[in-house]
């Protein structure tokens, strides 16, 4: 009995499993297809772009451009595995100026859809059909097209149900769809796009709408209104686009948007640009809202690093960082960082009509608020200067914690403009209420002066002289041995921000100095703070974990909430906040201002 032929182990995969492979790393999604065929598009040199969805790009995705269609040949090649017309030679994946360039995307789709693509040029005749069912090609058939091409996708995974299984409901599937074409439709003024899903209109923006108007036609009036303009240039290298003012944060990241040479990008440097130019100005966690697009040598960036073309690496990182942060910077401070009242106006507006229409739950129901502090109004002349010119408007003792006086609510307010004149009020001993041209604005007496404290404080640090205070008597703090430990490890960071801190022991600290520029130091509160910010990072270092301290330092030697404070003491607030880089927002990112205009008191007061 002879043994049966050795067959190896090792084999070529048949084109038809390649593709099917690499479609796991190209084609994700719907999202994945749409924007692969919409970048095709774009590289054609399309003007106009339809896309029809049905079932979230399930069932089917259908492109229809006008842009240079296909010949026979080409129509021939498209569905085959790297064969592309933007590429020729390896040096060109140096200067990659297209969108697309793998030659994988339509052959990766092609394996696990039902696709067929209907192209003709504008100077011949007639057109070019062909279809791609699960990796097998049909015949190119002549066929009657307008110029330009139109490609479907049906079915998608319909032979590859493992993967089917693992897409989410139509309506998530949909949204990513949408989010995809919203990137592309920012990207490229000069095309209109049109997009419809299960035969609804979902998105229709004119080739004449500039950027700004795009943004107002996809996310809303409010926003645009509010962007300011980013355009700064470092040799061949620029930045256009658009931020928004902090109050725009959202605790998502979907608003940051990043543009490359027309490619839209989630970069982990572009986006850690954009945190590091909102630093100090967004609260917490919050994520900024930003278009920006950068136009750069195609040689200075590498797009080629995976298939989904996403990701990307810069030739000239650190400069390009740079340039990024302080133009960002440069175009948040621009922007109007205030609250505006008009929608706290509407809010409350909200809250009382809800109640009205609640009249059983508000007569039985107690209320869960915790009751709030008396409301106190203390009024302040602005000046002695101001008060002689207008005696019936001195301060009184007997108004002190009352309410003002019907006199002088007649008409004195409005003709204050210049801070030095203005007619100061203090609200329940935390907020400050001043008069503008066009209305008045309500100021966080202790968000002011914590950003006040800690610009003057960075400023120190940055010079290398931030000035100590020793203390007579060092203040102990009981800490438990780990936190000895931790703090001991940092001590000479800490000294450099001027906070002179050492073990007293094995569970007790002894702080032995603190800035001299802290005009109520806290030393227990500031020890706990830089404790707890420690434990939880412990990768804080440099100058980052310096910043994070003098944060710390600001807020607890500011004027807090219930604090009284005469005329001079609030003018003065005012006016060091006037010389700010921005005076419009705390350490924290909270604002410190709420702006009234004078059209949101005739709204409120139904008087237009």
């Given at each position: 009995?002879t ?5 190896p ?5 048949s084109e038809?499993?390649?593709n ?13 297809v749409v ?9 054609a040199?399309?003007r ?19 842009g240079g ?30 969108l ?12 696990v859809?039902?696709?067929s ?12 059909r062909i279809?791609?069912?699960g990796?097998a ?11 330009g ?7 998608l995974?319909y032979n590859v ?10 309506a ?5 769809c ?11 003024e000069?095309v ?5 899903h299960?035969?609804?209109?979902a ?12 943004v107002?036609?996809?996310f ?5 209104t ?5 355009r700064a240039?470092?040799?061949?290298t ?5 931020v928004?003012?902090p ?5 998502d ?16 440097v572009?986006l850690?640009?954009l945190k ?8 917490d966690h919050?994520q900024?809202?930003a ?13 080629n690093?995976?298939?989904q073309?996403s990701?990307?690496r ?12 302080n ?6 401070s621009?922007t109007d960082?205030a609250t ?5 106006l ?5 809250r009382?009509?809800r ?5 059983f739950?508000?007569?039985?129901v107690p ?8 409301f106190?109004?203390r009024?302040v002349a602005?000046s ?17 914690a009352?309410a ?8 004195d307010?409005?003709?204050?403009a210049?801070?030095s ?13 001043r008069?503008l041209?066009d ?19 960075r400023g ?12 007579l ?7 438990d ?7 001991a490890?940092?001590?000479?960071e800490?000294?450099?921000a ?6 007293f022991g ?27 910010l ?8 440099g100058?980052?974990?310096l910043e994070?301290?003098l944060?710390r330092?600001?807020?607890r030697?500011?004027v ?6 005469t ?35 005739e709204?409120?007061?139904?008087r237009?």
């Amino acid at each position: 009995m002879t043994n049966p032929p050795h067959r190896p182990r090792i084999a070529l995969l048949s084109e038809r499993v390649k593709n099917q492979i690499a479609a796991g790393e190209v084609v994700e999604r719907p999202a994945s297809v749409v924007k692969e065929l919409v970048e095709n598009a774009l590289d054609a040199g399309a003007r106009s772009i339809e896309v029809d969805l049905e079932e979230g790009g399930v069932r089917l995705v259908r492109v229809v451009d006008d842009g240079g269609g296909m010949d026979r040949a080409d129509v021939e090649l498209a569905f085959v595995a790297h064969a592309t017309s933007k590429l020729h030679e390896v040096e060109d994946l140096d200067h990659i100026a297209s969108l697309g360039f793998r030659g994988e995307a339509l052959a990766s789709i092609g394996a696990v859809a039902r696709c067929s693509i209907l192209s003709r040029r504008s100077e011949d005749a007639t057109g070019w059909r062909i279809e791609c069912e699960g990796g097998a090609l049909s015949v190119a058939l002549e066929a009657g097209a307008p110029g330009g091409t139109r490609i479907e996708v049906r079915d998608l995974f319909y032979n590859v149900p493992a993967r089917r299984r693992f897409l989410k409901q139509t309506a998530t599937e949909f949204g990513r769809c949408l989010d995809v074409l919203q990137r592309l439709c920012l990207a490229h003024e000069g095309v209109a796009f049109r997009v419809t899903h299960d035969g609804k209109r979902a998105l229709d923006v004119e080739a004449s709408m500039d950027l700004r108007a795009r943004v107002r036609r996809l996310f809303g009036a409010d926003l645009a209104t509010e962007l300011v303009e980013v355009r700064a240039a470092d040799g061949a290298t620029r930045l256009t686009g658009l931020v928004a003012p902090p109050r725009f944060a959202r605790g998502d990241a979907t608003r940051q948007m990043w543009f490359i040479n027309g490619r839209a990008v989630r970069d982990k440097v572009l986006l850690r640009a954009l945190k590091d130019g909102y630093h100090g100005f967004v609260f917490d966690h919050r994520q900024p809202v930003a278009f920006l697009a950068l136009s750069m040598d195609p040689a200075l960036v590498d797009v080629n690093v995976h298939p989904q073309k996403s990701d990307v690496r810069f030739r000239e990182e650190r400069r390009l960082f740079g340039f990024l942060v302080n133009s960002i910077r440069a175009a948040v401070s621009r922007t109007d960082m205030a609250t505006p009242g008009a929608r706290l106006l509407e809010i409350a507006s909200q809250r009382e009509q809800r109640e009205s229409v609640l009249p059983f739950r508000t007569a039985f129901v107690p209320s869960p608020r915790v009751p709030a502090e008396p409301f106190v109004v203390r009024e302040v002349a602005p000046s002695p200067g101001w008060a002689r010119a207008n005696p019936s408007a001195a301060e009184s003792p007997e108004n002190a914690a009352g309410a003002l006086d019907p006199a002088r609510r007649a008409g004195d307010i409005a003709p204050w403009a210049a801070l030095s004149g203005t007619p100061l009020v203090q609200v329940a001993r935390t907020y400050i209420l001043r008069a503008l041209e066009d209305g008045f604005e309500i100021v966080d007496q202790h968000a002011l002066h914590e950003r006040i404290t800690f610009e003057a404080l960075r400023g120190e640090l940055a010079r290398g002289e931030v000035e100590v205070q020793r203390l007579l008597v060092p203040e102990l703090v009981e800490v438990d041995r780990a936190q000895v430990t931790l703090i001991a490890s940092r001590a000479a960071e800490l000294a450099r921000a001027g906070v002179l801190i050492e073990p007293f022991g094995d569970t007790t600290l002894a702080v032995h100095g603190l800035p001299a520029r802290l005009q109520r130091p806290r030393p227990a509160l500031l020890v706990r703070d830089v404790v707890a910010l420690l434990e939880e990072d412990k990768s804080l270092a440099g100058e980052k974990l310096l910043e994070e301290v003098l944060h710390r330092a600001a807020c607890r030697a500011s004027v807090m909430a219930g604090d009284a404070l005469t005329a001079d003491e609030m003018r003065s607030l005012l006016e060091r906040g006037r010389h700010l880089e921005s005076d419009q927002t705390c350490v924290h990112g909270r604002p410190t201002r709420v702006r009234f205009a004078l059209a949101d008191l005739e709204r409120a007061f139904h008087r237009r």
